[in-house]
């Protein structure tokens, strides 16, 4: 796990619990409401798209990657040397040599641009749409009108299919990648493990141990009469009791599942694709997804951290995190295409912002969110296109600037979601999902 420079710890955020053997927190986990898409056009309905939500958290520097800065001063560009790309007259980090083979399967954006240069306040941004607000200044990063992540949103609008969970997260929950005030039957299935260990396995898809079939089906018909027994008075309690029985046939269905055991399986892959993906947690993470996409889950976040590069960043780029980008990325793009899954599927991948033009006393960037690439692709988005340009000094977006609004709203409008449309708060306070932005229409 990863600390960030501000010292919050990946697992620090809140999270999906389990209550019991087979708990609330699976159980809650379904919500799930069948809605209809109403927007039309592209070879794949939009109602059908999902999409695999990628964020390197730290913060990603567009120098090393997207957006380098050859003919600048020395204390600027770096010491990677830009290589050239299947999109012409883009050129990507040296390091990246099979995803510039495979660029032309993606679209950048260079000009992404904001102005929270905190963790806390740069990842609820860019994964919300929606600028936080601090709840107490000074002593906390968490924003007092935290915001829907958009895989809780997907799942409100198109609930279950198959079987499978809507909304999946891994290896752990992603920050600020929750529900908020929807509530937690939007919660997304937490898969807290590595995919890359030998012993991998989704704990929840098994009952407790000891609870076999019989004993879990006896367990059920137990339930069963006493809800029968009681129903007048299960009647007049909370609305919140009746949806948990909802719930709870949901998880039960879940945990009964062959094809939920069968995708939750990546052992069931060759091994030869788990190479290609590579043999660490962020290929496998990607693998994982891609099983889950096409099994039926309709959301996939992942959560990649150790990019708060504050030191030493060419040498931990080069070793360890640029190297799993280029497998990862590369083989799941490559994967979604020849199985024809990537008109159907979108790929987002960013952080919370960019990093800092000079590079520091230690080797390192700092935090700098006024400039940052976005990698954007597939399920209702075109490809081989590069949006927006910075400045000489790749500080400043100089055409095209796109902020996490405009972002969101393209990823809602391609998902066939209404942005626009007003959810309400506990309290029954209005909100738009985005508010004051059009999509980016030339990734439409």
């Given at each position: 796990?990863?600390?960030?420079?501000?010292?919050?710890?990946?697992?620090?955020?809140?999270?999906?619990?389990?209550?019991?053997?087979?708990?609330?927190?699976?159980?809650?986990?379904?919500?799930?409401?069948?809605?209809?898409?109403?927007?039309?056009?592209?070879?794949?309905?939009?109602?059908?798209?999902?999409?695999?939500?990628?964020?390197?958290?730290?913060?990603?520097?567009?120098?090393?990657?997207?957006?380098?800065?050859?003919?600048?001063?020395?204390?600027?560009?770096g010491e990677f040397k830009p290589i050239p790309s299947s999109i012409?007259?883009?050129?990507?980090?040296?390091?990246?040599?099979?995803?510039?083979?495979?660029?032309?399967?993606?679209?950048?954006?260079?000009?992404?641009?904001?102005?929270?240069?905190?963790?806390?306040?740069?990842?609820?941004?860019?994964?919300?749409?929606?600028?936080?607000?601090?709840?107490?200044?000074?002593?906390?990063?968490?924003?007092?009108?935290?915001?829907?992540?958009?895989?809780?949103?997907?799942?409100?609008?198109?609930?279950?299919?198959?079987?499978?969970?809507?909304?999946?997260?891994?290896?752990?929950?992603?920050?600020?990648?929750?529900?908020?005030?929807?509530?937690?039957?939007?919660?997304?299935?937490?898969?807290?493990?590595?995919?890359?260990?030998?012993?991998?396995?989704?704990?929840?898809?098994?009952?407790?141990?000891?609870?076999?079939?019989?004993?879990?089906?006896?367990r059920r018909t137990l339930r069963g009469v006493f809800e029968e027994?009681?129903?007048?008075?299960?009647?007049?309690?909370?609305?919140?009791?009746?949806?948990?029985?909802?719930?709870?046939?949901?998880?039960?269905?879940?945990?009964?599942?062959?094809?939920?055991?069968?995708?939750?399986?990546?052992?069931?892959?060759?091994?030869?694709?788990?190479?290609?993906?590579?043999?660490?947690?962020?290929?496998?993470?990607?693998?994982?997804?891609?099983?889950?996409?096409?099994?039926?889950?309709?959301?996939?976040?992942?959560?990649?951290?150790?990019?708060?590069?504050?030191?030493?960043?060419?040498?931990?780029?080069?070793?360890?995190?640029?190297?799993?980008?280029?497998?990862?990325?590369?083989?799941?793009?490559?994967?979604?295409?020849?199985?024809?899954?990537?008109?159907?599927?979108?790929?987002?991948?960013?952080?919370?912002?960019?990093?800092?033009?000079?590079?520091?006393?230690?080797?390192?960037?700092?935090?700098?969110?006024?400039?940052?690439?976005?990698?954007?692709?597939?399920?209702?988005?075109?490809?081989?296109?590069?949006?927006?340009?910075?400045?000489a000094s790749g500080e400043y977006p100089v055409e095209r600037p796109?902020?996490?609004?405009?972002?969101?709203?393209?990823?809602?409008?391609?998902?066939?979601?209404?942005?626009?449309?007003?959810?309400?708060?506990?309290?029954?306070?209005?909100?738009?999902?985005?508010?004051?932005?059009?999509?980016?229409?030339?990734?439409?």
């Open positions: 796990m990863f600390r960030t420079c501000d010292g919050v710890n990946r697992r620090d955020v809140v999270r999906a619990g389990v209550l019991g053997p087979m708990g609330l927190g699976l159980a809650e986990l379904f919500a799930a409401r069948d809605a209809s898409a109403k927007s039309p056009g592209g070879t794949v309905p939009p109602a059908e798209r999902n999409c695999i939500f990628i964020f390197l958290a730290g913060g990603p520097s567009q120098y090393e990657t997207f957006d380098l800065k050859p003919n600048a001063a020395a204390e600027i560009r012409s007259g883009l050129d990507v980090a040296e390091h990246l040599p099979k995803l510039a083979k495979s660029a032309h399967r993606m679209s950048i954006i260079r000009s992404l641009t904001h102005t929270n240069a905190g963790h806390g306040g740069g990842a609820h941004y860019m994964c919300t749409g929606k600028h936080p607000t601090p709840l107490f200044k000074e002593t906390t990063t968490r924003p007092n009108n935290e915001h829907p992540f958009p895989g809780a949103v997907v799942t409100r609008e198109r609930g279950a299919r198959k079987g499978i969970p809507p909304f999946v997260s891994l290896p752990m929950l992603l920050t600020y990648g929750g529900p908020a005030f929807l509530g937690p039957e939007y919660m997304p299935f937490v898969i807290e493990s590595d995919p890359a260990s030998p012993g991998f396995s989704v704990r929840d898809l098994a009952a407790a141990p000891g609870v076999g079939e019989s004993r879990a089906a006896a027994e009681n129903k007048a008075a299960l009647k007049k309690a909370s609305s919140r009791v009746e949806a948990l029985n909802t719930f709870y046939q949901k998880a039960f269905d879940l945990v009964t599942s062959p094809a939920a055991r069968s995708a939750f399986d990546i052992h069931r892959e060759s091994t030869a694709v788990r190479d290609s993906y590579g043999r660490h947690t962020f290929g496998q993470s990607l693998l994982m997804g891609r099983r889950l996409i096409e099994a039926g889950c309709r959301f996939v976040s992942i959560d990649h951290g150790g990019w708060d590069n504050h030191t030493t960043i060419f040498q931990t780029l080069k070793d360890d995190l640029l190297p799993q980008v280029d497998s990862g990325l590369t083989s799941l793009l490559k994967d979604l295409d020849e199985r024809g899954m990537l008109d159907s599927t979108m790929v987002v991948v960013m952080g919370e912002f960019g990093r800092t033009s000079r590079v520091n006393k230690d080797a390192g960037r700092d935090h700098w969110p006024q400039s940052q690439s976005v990698v954007i692709t597939g399920g209702g988005i075109k490809r081989g296109q590069v949006i927006g340009s910075t400045d796109v902020s996490p609004e405009e972002l969101m709203a393209t990823i809602y409008t391609a998902l066939g979601v209404d942005y626009q449309q007003i959810v309400y708060t506990p309290l029954g306070r209005p909100v738009p999902i985005v508010a004051d932005a059009s999509p980016v229409q030339e990734l439409l």
